[in-house]
């Protein structure tokens, strides 16, 4: 199968790779990620209006230009090479998808709005109970009169203290549906926090929170398909983002090995290292693999989608694990230093193994997916 990419989309990564190159420093962003706000504004509205990433794979009619996955992935794997925390995943990937599907002049306007870089989201799906199900949830929304009302507490919100607009799940008396709550609504109470690879999130609670009525988006109580595809669509993107980072921490492992001498030779020339570095490529091929299926997959049949998330979730937390340990390993006790970019790197890898569930969650999820069905 031909995996290269089409002359617009090598023209889209090499446009994407080189703004970062030139205008995205990693000693910055990591003081960025530390401090105030947790990101670069300046940064967000530059992928919108000089790189144009932010509406690349949304449709025409909301100001994008009509790509689709094979776009989101080069667009997460040049970001994730450069150790991006700016909220792309959350808010292009996880809040355009739901807000496409969801559809209406709310949703549109929210589009327009993530195109332009003014719009940013934050996905409130998990709570204390519900482990990886996103169906398993408590917070509820009644309606009274022309609004509806919330109640309950989300964890893990990633992206939350810099998001503009909130999509909150919430059940109904019809079921499970997806709500968008401004930030600052009255009654909604964020908690923030640093993550280990230095990103923002908040845990929410919601205490009466009133939002209109067309804060409700798409039909009530049919929100579960809709966001199952958002999951799967999340994985796909962080596979990318995974094996991007990936390629980053193997080369400049394989730089360090060949500069770095012990006993008046370069480490690099002893075999053993050697082998260790080989295996750290066959991890990332994997990887590889794993993202291009579960990319092409995404407009298959919702079963077939399935089973390739999962297995490409299983796939790239082995690598990610396997690579970043050794990488650190690799680089002796410098490697988890903040001076040095491979524990900056490591720490990203480590999230992207657990974020929308770890390895062991999704081999249990594939081995579901593919049992036969019992004769009758």
């Known amino acids: 199968m031909d995996f ?24 910055k962003s990591r003081a960025a990620a530390r401090v105030g706000s947790g990101w670069q504004p300046e940064i967000w ?19 994008g230009f009509d790509g689709g996955a094979v776009e989101t ?22 809040g355009a998808g739901l807000l496409r599907r969801a559809g209406g002049a709310r949703a549109e306007t929210l589009l327009r709005g ?16 519900s482990g990886y199900d996103l169906n398993r949830v408590s917070t509820t929304a009644r309606r009274e009169g022309d609004s509806w009302v919330l109640d309950g507490a989300k964890i893990v919100v990633t992206s939350a203290p810099l998001a503009t607009h909130l999509l909150i799940t919430a059940h109904t008396p019809a079921g ?24 923002r999130a908040a845990d929410i609670v919601l205490e009466s929170v009133r939002v209109p009525a067309d804060a409700l988006l798409g039909t009530e109580g049919a929100v579960a398909d809709s966001l199952a595809t958002a999951a799967d669509e999340a994985i796909a993107a962080i596979a990318a983002e995974a094996v991007g980072a990936m390629r980053r921490v193997l080369a400049d492992t394989v730089d ?38 579960v990319t092409l997959k995404l407009d298959t049949a919702p079963a077939e989608r399935a089973r390739a998330a999962a297995a490409a979730k299983a796939t790239i937390g082995r690598a990610a694990r396997f690579i970043g340990q050794h990488a650190v390993q690799l680089h002796g006790a410098m490697g988890m230093t903040e001076e040095l970019s491979i524990g900056h ?21 594939y081995a579901a997916l593919t049992k036969p069905v019992a004769a009758q």
Do not use: C
């Not at 509205?45 to 100001?63: D, K, Q």
């Open 176 to 199: 499970l549906s997806l709500f968008v709550v401004d930030a600052g609504t009255a009654g909604l109470t964020l908690h923030p926090y640093r993550t280990i690879d230095e990103r």
């Open 345 to 365: 790197y490591f720490k990203r890898l480590t999230a992207l193994e657990y974020e929308w569930g770890p390895a062991d969650h999704h081999i249990a999820r």
């Open 114 to 129: 993530i195109t332009s870089g003014t719009v940013v989201t934050a996905f409130a799906a998990l709570e204390a109970d």
């Open 73 to 94: 992935m080069l667009i997460a794997e040049a970001l994730g090479a450069a150790l991006v925390v700016e909220p792309y995943v959350d808010t292009v990937v996880v």
């Open 256 to 293: 360090y090995a060949k500069q770095r001498k012990q006993f008046g030779v370069p480490i690099g020339s002893f075999q053993v290292l050697q082998h260790r570095m080989v295996d750290m490529h066959l991890e990332l091929e994997q990887a590889v693999a794993a993202m291009y299926l």
């Open 4 to 27: 290269e990419p089409t002359a617009e989309q090598q023209l889209l990564r090499d446009t994407v790779t080189d703004f970062l190159t030139a205008r995205y420093d990693l000693e």
């Open 45 to 63: 509205r530059a992928f919108a209006e000089e790189v144009g990433i932010l509406g690349a794979s949304l449709p025409e009619n909301v100001g």
